[in-house]
């Protein structure tokens, strides 16, 4: 098999480093020095130096320790962890530990304890147990923040402050009646008139019309479903109160620590409920933590979509992979193990899209508590052990990739990511349970990836110019901004492919006046006259020869030409895909599910490109910088690869004219001699 590496653009420029104080590729991971007798600490050290680790994160989980009782401090234990770590030439990213507040904080302030949907008041002895809006919170959270800034923001080794930890991990939506208040505070910034908050919920429908503010309350299980529009904006108002506790951390470490970046760990993909994209442009560098579902197979497409989703939110910029795992994880049904070698293949997944760290959960595995059983970079077994022996491997690796710093990731196709419409779509009582937000992005990115591309994700309302081809899966809520600046792209000779469900309701979960699929109806030339969702198991077979299930439409010709129709179904004989010429471009409509190959065979005719010639478990991603071109490649079958490409393998050092063999399970990382590859 062999591919020629297609003619990219001009030689992009090299971005500044990310971490300014670091010389590498990071490498290292969650260092807890606090579960273990301060002799281990020496070892620890010394076996960093052994795997080639130059970046930890410390004191994640530290807050009891750091300030045993209410006011008084410890730093002593982290003064000498920190001058242990900067004498072995290791950074730190130093922790705030503000996401497992103290036994003392809850005893003292109960109030502050998280309360779910039902309205039970939740336990604490884990993590994350507080309610994101409790003024108690906030006040012990940057008083905690403030000293350690205050102590380290001077010290040599701090490279990166690492605020909290997976904001709204656990926590993400709060029910009290103090949460109830900020959302009332909430709902008066966005609205600033009650009449526009009735109009924006629609509150006429099962009369629910509010006269005072006093009268809202947070979205809590009731005897049927509670208003949607109301939802989405708690929804909305629970990410920007975790997002107002990060700013307020951040504001305290740049006002005390000025210099130095402050990030927070997103679980992006993972945590529905952070609206990640604003996020990022809140923190100095975007970091991710992301870990592989791993009964799935090939699940490394996954994990090529988050990866790819982090780049896109951090506007194409690198980014740290702060956290991933050696192996098994500990809180997944089936926890697999991994394979000998994909331990690498995924933290190079990760690299090749933009990642400038392979981080890990965490250093040395831990004896006791919640997570013994989670893979570590040390395991239980210590050194003698595959899993230390590929973590050492790939710190050797990682140091000889440095020049990929800073160069840019080449995108070859768009794809529209929402939080909020995924959010929304998911709300209850749409028109089947079967719809569902991830499925339908996954599935696109999955006909993406197997066609040997590389995505970015974008938000609908952004410049989309630079893309020959946007998909739009599932799109449910789409606003008047998103549909013209939709329009616009095609019209301007752009390719949109839009699957069903999208353009359905704006920003209120109001329903587009004048019929499916609303606000791209006029776009794509159609007019959805009825959802036709099918059973559970019930497929339609189109006159293409794919087939889909889950859903199927009433859909009318207005102005478009039917690609596919419904051979059988309940819109048998009606089209099933859609073309619509616009302007200089085309918009087409896909108005069932379909997966796999079928999709792929409709995207490629909507004109997707694909390499072909190239082994079907074969991943490839194109990098720019200043001077060279650079080709990631990353072998996921059990058969070698052949790539025909010239240039210098950074990996092993051999040098190819012409041809370069990506071994079964292997990775190859191809700098080309010219400045353009
Ligand atoms: C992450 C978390 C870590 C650890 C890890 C285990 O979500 O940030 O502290 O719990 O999961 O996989």
Same mark, same amino acid.
């Given at each position: 098999?062999?591919?020629?590496?297609?003619?990219?653009?001009?030689?992009?420029?090299?971005?500044?480093?990310?971490?300014?104080?670091?010389?590498?590729?990071?490498?290292?991971?969650?260092?807890?020095?606090?579960?273990?007798?301060?002799?281990?600490?020496?070892?620890?050290?010394?076996?960093?130096?052994?795997?080639?680790?130059?970046?930890?994160?410390?004191?994640?989980?530290?807050?009891?320790?750091?300030?045993?009782?209410?006011?008084?401090?410890?730093?002593?234990?982290?003064?000498?962890?920190?001058?242990?770590?900067?004498?072995?030439?290791?950074?730190?990213?130093?922790?705030?530990?503000?996401?497992?507040?103290?036994?003392?904080?809850?005893?003292?302030?109960?109030?502050?304890?998280?309360?779910?949907?039902?309205?039970?008041?939740?336990?604490?002895?884990?993590?994350?147990?507080?309610?994101?809006?409790?003024?108690?919170?906030?006040?012990?959270?940057?008083?905690?923040?403030?000293?350690?800034?205050?102590?380290?923001?001077?010290?040599?080794?701090?490279?990166?402050?690492?605020?909290?930890?997976?904001?709204?991990?656990?926590?993400?939506?709060?029910?009290?009646?103090?949460?109830?208040?900020?959302?009332?505070?909430?709902?008066?910034?966005?609205?600033?008139?009650?009449?526009?908050?009735?109009?924006?919920?629609?509150?006429?429908?099962?009369?629910?019309?509010?006269?005072?503010?006093?009268?809202?309350?947070?979205?809590?299980?009731?005897?049927?479903?509670?208003?949607?529009?109301?939802?989405?904006?708690?929804?909305?108002?629970?990410?920007?109160?975790?997002?107002?506790?990060?700013?307020?951390?951040?504001?305290?470490?740049?006002?005390?620590?000025?210099?130095?970046?402050?990030?927070?760990?997103?679980?992006?993909?993972?945590?529905?409920?952070?609206?990640?994209?604003?996020?990022?442009?809140?923190?100095?560098?975007?970091?991710?933590?992301?870990?592989?579902?791993?009964?799935?197979?090939?699940?490394?497409?996954?994990?090529?979509?988050?990866?790819?989703?982090?780049?896109?939110?951090?506007?194409?910029?690198?980014?740290?992979?702060?956290?991933?795992?050696?192996?098994?994880?500990?809180?997944?049904?089936?926890?697999?193990?991994?394979?000998?070698?994909?331990?690498?293949?995924?933290?190079?997944?990760?690299?090749?899209?933009?990642?400038?760290?392979?981080?890990?959960?965490?250093?040395?595995?831990?004896?006791?508590?919640?997570?013994?059983?989670?893979?570590?970079?040390?395991?239980?077994?210590?050194?003698?052990?595959?899993?230390?022996?590929?973590?050492?491997?790939?710190?050797?690796?990682?140091?000889?990739?440095?020049?990929?710093?800073?160069?840019?990731?080449?995108?070859?196709?768009?794809?529209?990511?929402?939080?909020?419409?995924?959010?929304?779509?998911?709300?209850?009582?749409?028109?089947?349970?079967?719809?569902?937000?991830?499925?339908?992005?996954?599935?696109?990115?999955?006909?993406?990836?197997?066609?040997?591309?590389?995505?970015?994700?974008?938000?609908?309302?952004?410049?989309?110019?630079?893309?020959?081809?946007?998909?739009?899966?599932?799109?449910?809520?789409?606003?008047?901004?998103?549909?013209?600046?939709?329009?616009?792209?095609?019209?301007?000779?752009?390719?949109?492919?839009?699957?069903?469900?999208?353009?359905?309701?704006?920003?209120?979960?109001?329903?587009?006046?004048?019929?499916?699929?609303?606000?791209?109806? *006029? !776009?794509?030339? +159609?007019?959805? $006259?009825?959802? #036709? %969702?099918? @059973?559970? /198991?019930?497929?339609?077979? =189109?006159?293409?020869?794919?087939?889909?299930?889950?859903?199927?439409?009433?859909?009318?010709?207005?102005?478009?030409?039917?690609?596919?129709?419904?051979?059988?179904?309940?819109?048998?004989?009606?089209?099933?895909?859609?073309?619509?010429?616009?302007?200089?471009?085309?918009?087409?409509?896909?108005?069932?599910?379909?997966?796999?190959? *079928? !999709?792929?065979? +409709?995207?490629? $005719?909507?004109? #997707? %490109?694909? @390499?072909? /010639?190239?082994?079907?478990? =074969?991943?490839?991603?194109?990098?720019?910088?200043?001077?060279?071109?650079?080709?990631?490649?990353?072998?996921?079958?059990?058969?070698?690869?052949?790539?025909?490409?010239?240039?210098?393998?950074?990996?092993?050092?051999?040098?190819?004219?012409?041809?370069?063999?990506?071994?079964?399970?292997?990775?190859?990382?191809?700098?080309?001699?010219?400045?353009?590859?």
């Amino acid at each position: 098999m062999s591919i020629v590496v297609p003619v990219h653009s001009e030689p992009a420029d090299q971005a500044e480093p990310l971490l300014p104080r670091l010389a590498g590729i990071g490498f290292g991971g969650d260092y807890n020095p606090e579960q273990w007798p301060e002799q281990t600490w020496y070892d620890d050290v010394r076996l960093m130096r052994e795997a080639g680790v130059n970046l930890v994160s410390v004191g994640i989980f530290a807050w009891a320790l750091l300030e045993p009782s209410p006011g008084s401090y410890d730093f002593g234990w982290l003064d000498r962890v920190l001058e242990l770590l900067h004498d072995a030439d290791i950074a730190v990213d130093l922790a705030t530990p503000t996401a497992a507040p103290p036994p003392w904080f809850f005893r003292r302030h109960p109030e502050a304890r998280l309360v779910d949907r039902d309205g039970r008041v939740l336990g604490v002895g884990g993590r994350q147990a507080f309610c994101p809006s409790s003024p108690a919170y906030r006040a012990a959270a940057a008083r905690i923040t403030e000293q350690l800034a205050v102590r380290y923001a001077g010290h040599p080794a701090l490279t990166l402050w690492h605020s909290h930890n997976e904001y709204g991990g656990v926590n993400a939506h709060c029910y009290c009646e103090t949460s109830a208040e900020a959302f009332r505070a909430w709902l008066r910034r966005r609205y600033r008139h009650l009449d526009d908050l009735n109009d924006a919920w629609g509150t006429s429908f099962w009369g629910q019309q509010y006269g005072d503010w006093a009268e809202i309350e947070a979205p809590r299980v009731a005897p049927t479903v509670v208003n949607p529009a109301q939802q989405l904006d708690f929804l909305r108002f629970s990410s920007d109160t975790h997002l107002d506790n990060f700013v307020a951390e951040r504001n305290i470490l740049h006002r005390l620590s000025p210099g130095v970046p402050v990030t927070t760990n997103f679980m992006i993909a993972n945590c529905k409920w952070i609206d990640y994209r604003r996020w990022a442009a809140e923190v100095d560098v975007v970091s991710n933590d992301h870990y592989l579902q791993a009964e799935q197979p090939d699940n490394h497409i996954e994990l090529a979509m988050a990866a790819d989703l982090t780049r896109s939110v951090a506007d194409g910029r690198g980014w740290l992979l702060m956290e991933h795992s050696t192996s098994a994880v500990n809180w997944q049904p089936r926890n697999v193990a991994k394979q000998p070698g994909e331990l690498r293949r995924n933290s190079m997944g990760h690299l090749a899209r933009g990642a400038e760290s392979a981080l890990f959960f965490q250093w040395r595995a831990s004896r006791s508590g919640a997570e013994k059983f989670h893979s570590a970079m040390l395991p239980h077994s210590g050194t003698a052990t595959r899993v230390w022996r590929e973590v050492c491997a790939l710190g050797a690796e990682l140091a000889r990739l440095d020049e990929l710093r800073g160069t840019q990731v080449v995108a070859d196709v768009g794809v529209v990511w929402d939080w909020p419409s995924w959010w929304a779509l998911e709300l209850e009582w749409r028109p089947s349970v079967d719809l569902s937000y991830l499925e339908r992005v996954s599935a696109f990115y999955e006909a993406t990836w197997r066609g040997h591309l590389t995505a970015d994700f974008v938000d609908a309302e952004a410049d989309l110019s630079r893309y020959p081809i946007l998909l739009v899966p599932s799109l449910y809520l789409t606003t008047a901004a998103a549909a013209t600046n939709l329009a616009a792209y095609v019209r301007d000779g752009g390719t949109l492919v839009v699957s069903y469900f999208s353009g359905i309701v704006d920003e209120n979960d109001t329903v587009h006046a004048g019929g499916h699929p609303g606000a791209l109806r *006029d !776009l794509l030339g +159609v007019t959805v $006259e009825e959802f #036709l %969702p099918l @059973r559970e /198991g019930e497929r339609v077979s =189109l006159d293409g020869g794919e087939s889909g299930d889950v859903w199927a439409e009433h859909v009318v010709l207005d102005g478009a030409e039917a690609m596919r129709h419904y051979l059988d179904g309940p819109a048998a004989g009606g089209p099933a895909v859609t073309r619509h010429r616009v302007g200089n471009g085309t918009a087409w409509y896909i108005s069932t599910r379909l997966t796999g190959d *079928d !999709l792929s065979v +409709v995207l490629r $005719e909507a004109g #997707l %490109p694909h @390499r072909d /010639g190239l082994p079907e478990n =074969l991943e490839i991603v194109r990098r720019l910088g200043p001077a060279h071109g650079y080709l990631i490649a990353i072998n996921h079958g059990d058969r070698d690869a052949t790539l025909a490409v010239d240039g210098d393998e950074l990996l092993t050092g051999a040098r190819s004219s012409g041809e370069f063999v990506v071994p079964a399970g292997g990775v190859r990382v191809l700098r080309s001699q010219r400045a353009r590859m």
